[in-house]
Structures are given as C-alpha cells and as structure tokens.
C-alpha cells in the first residue's frame, strides 16, 4: 500500500505572499518541510504541489518532486486532489508547507492511522500548551467525541461553557497532517466550492463533515508551530535551533 506525502505550497498568500520560500536559518521554509517528510517515507514519495514556477524550481533543484497545479485552486486540499490525478498511491499525506517543525513520526501515525480505518479521513491534533492563546484565531481548535471522531472545529475556544467550574482544562489543537484517499479527495473536490461552515471558519477539513465523512484525529507529538504570518518566523526559528542543538548533543 503505498504512501506518499504531498505538500502544497501556494506563492500567493493572502496573508504571507510568498512564504513557502522564506528562509528560516537559510533555508526556504518548503524544504524543512520537505526534508523531515523525506525521514517518514522516502525522498521519491514526497510532493510538492504548487502553482508557481520559482517554488517548484527550488524544490526540484534540492532533489525533490515538483507537481504543478491550476492557480485557481480553493484549497490545499483542492490542490492536493488536482496533484493526486498525477501519482499513484493508495494513501495522500497531506503535510502543510508552513509546517517547518512537522515530526516524522507524526506522518507515520497518520499512515497507520488511515491504513487501519481506510473509510475516514485522518488529521491530527495536539494539546494546546500552556504558551498558546486558546483564544487566538490562528489556532483551530478541534472538539472530538471520547473516541476521538471529530465533532467540530473551530477558531472560536471550544468547547464553551455555562459556569466556569465546568470550563475544560485545556483545549485541542488541530494539527495540519492528513491522510486521504484518492476518492475522498475527488470527493472533495467535487463539492465546486467553499462550504458555508468552511468559508466562515476557514478551516478546509469542515467541508469533508458536508458530504458526509467521518473525521478520525489522532494524536501528535506537541511542539508544533507553524508560520501564518512574519510575526511567526522569529518564534519557528528558536525551535529549528533548538531542535538542532539537541540533535547536535545527542550525536556527541
């Protein structure tokens, strides 16, 4: 059953233009990307989907996989289910290309995960810590069933409460990892546009709710961050050294 990741990798963002190519230590922020999904399953099955010509020259100079995509694309799902009519595979990893801290051995549990319930799309979530605002926009927070279906997500700090002895301890945050199948992501795509629950939130995954599918979280690692805006770089960078100087000290 093969299983390959794809990244998609838009140049014109609306809120960051240009930021699969922006270097973090030196490096555009697509290849960390790209690297650490290269440690889960292999250089030969990782993807980049983009529309623009400079990020895919980049990613094909630094020796990986280039596919190019419509620039009308809703999504990054969207392009990810334009890119998929061009690879065989049984499982589509969806990996963010503003996820620079993305664990390797994250995408191996979205793998098992969808291999071992192959009728329900796969994403990930962790705990929100105690650095993060449950409040801020940027984090969608995901409310789960106890056997962790997803329930809903949202920008908005859920799940709420009445009386604030009731109020939750902590909260879930999505994690921007998933697995597809080739016909869930034909599905999707067929859909022909943004859901109302999805364009308000501006969470693509809630469109998949729409026509029906169940939504299986699982669990990652913590420590994730991603780069939404350039006030992000700064903090995504201490932990790309961070996690350099622990590799470093443990090699010695």
Request: glycine share 4%; with cysteine; net charge neutral.
């Amino acid at each position: 059953m093969r299983a390959v990741v794809l990244i998609p990798a838009r140049y014109t963002s609306s809120r960051y233009p240009g930021k699969p190519l922006v270097p973090l230590l030196g490096k555009p922020m697509v290849l960390w990307v790209a690297e650490l999904s290269a440690k889960a399953v292999g250089v030969e099955n990782v993807y980049v989907a983009t529309e623009d010509r400079r990020i895919a020259n980049v990613v094909t100079a630094a020796g990986y996989n280039a596919i190019m995509t419509s620039d009308r694309c809703l999504t990054g799902t969207d392009r990810l289910a334009e890119a998929a009519l061009q690879i065989n595979a049984e499982i589509y990893v969806n990996v963010q290309g503003d996820e620079p801290l993305v664990n390797p051995d994250d995408i191996l549990l979205a793998i098992r995960a969808k291999q071992h319930n192959m009728e329900e799309v796969i994403n990930g979530y962790c705990w929100i810590s105690e650095d993060e605002d449950p409040d801020s926009c940027n984090i969608p927070k995901v409310i789960t069933t106890e056997d962790n279906l997803l329930v809903y997500m949202s920008r908005k700090a859920l799940p709420g409460y009445k009386d604030i002895k009731c109020a939750p301890k902590r909260y879930k945050k999505q994690v921007c990892i998933y697995a597809f199948t080739s016909e869930e992501l034909s599905w999707y795509k067929s859909f022909g546009r943004k859901s109302e629950l999805e364009f308000s939130e501006d969470i693509e995954i809630l469109r998949f709710l729409e026509i029906g599918k169940k939504i299986r979280m699982f669990e990652t690692q913590p420590g994730s961050l991603a780069v939404d805006v350039p006030e992000d770089v700064a903090a995504v960078e201490a932990a790309l050294k961070a996690n350099k100087q622990r590799y470093n000290s443990a090699k010695k």
